[in-house]
């Protein structure tokens, strides 16, 4: 597609449950990101990947938080036993590598844990 | 970890006034980037400063690097209703692999 591509745009989850959210980068974009924005705040830092190279996975928050990134291409971040504290926008960017700093973002997702 | 600081948190200004907003931090970055996010959208880029007392304009926006690379400022002229977002700064450090960290962003509204 012409630019990143998340879902679902919303997601409405119990407290406990697990949910998967999904990152569609731009074609031949080689680095994608994941950031958290909580309602009024910035953008924080989840997790990011380039290439082949192994995920700088410094800013999830807890071990129940995992994404991965299947043939380079698309993502799926996975949230397991969801706490209330979680109810954020989760937002997807890529970019054609890392050294620039310009990232392309999705929509993204918004999760509210009941 | 590395911060970055930005003020102000918001701004309330008339239609046609400029406006001016600064991102600082006690860490050095190689590229500083302002971005603006819309309402129910993700962040779009506005300006990439890639060296060290870089000014640039992109339109009716001038951003600058500092000397120091910990800090940088966005100013927009004649502002007009569409300004209406907020306002992102971002650092890169290449020695981290490409990790971006963005500012607390600052909140423009703009009265016609």
């Known amino acids: 597609g012409a630019g990143v591509s998340q879902s679902p745009s919303n997601k409405v989850t119990e407290k406990g449950k697990d949910v998967e959210l999904r990152c569609d980068p731009i074609s031949g974009h080689t680095a994608l990101y994941w950031y958290r924005q909580s309602l009024g705040q910035g953008l924080e830092f989840l997790i990011y990947?380039?290439?082949?190279?192994?995920?700088?996975k410094s800013g999830l928050p807890s071990d129940r938080f995992s994404a991965e990134r299947t043939g380079g291409s698309v993502s799926t971040l996975t949230i397991q036993r969801t706490q209330q504290e979680d109810s954020a926008v989760y937002l997807c960017?890529?970019?054609?590598?890392?050294?620039?700093?310009?990232?392309?973002f999705g929509e993204g997702s918004r999760l509210t844990v009941l | 970890g590395q911060q970055l600081n930005q003020s102000p948190q918001s701004m309330f200004i008339q239609e046609g006034e400029d406006v001016s907003m600064n991102c600082t931090s006690s860490?050095?970055?190689?590229?500083w980037l302002w971005y603006k996010q819309d309402p129910g959208e993700g962040p779009v880029l506005l300006i990439a400063l890639y060296k060290a007392g870089e000014l640039t304009s992109n339109g009716r926006l001038t951003a600058q690097f500092g000397i120091t690379r910990k800090d940088s400022f966005l100013n927009i002229s004649a502002s007009i209703p569409s300004d209406v977002g907020i306002y992102f700064c971002a650092g890169l450090i290449y020695n981290q692999g490409g990790k971006l960290i963005f500012g607390q962003g600052t909140e423009l509204s703009v009265k016609p």
């Open positions: 860490s050095i970055f190689n590229t």
């Open positions: 960017a890529s970019s054609r590598d890392s050294t620039t700093g310009e990232l392309f």
């Open positions: 990947f380039q290439g082949n190279s192994a995920p700088d």
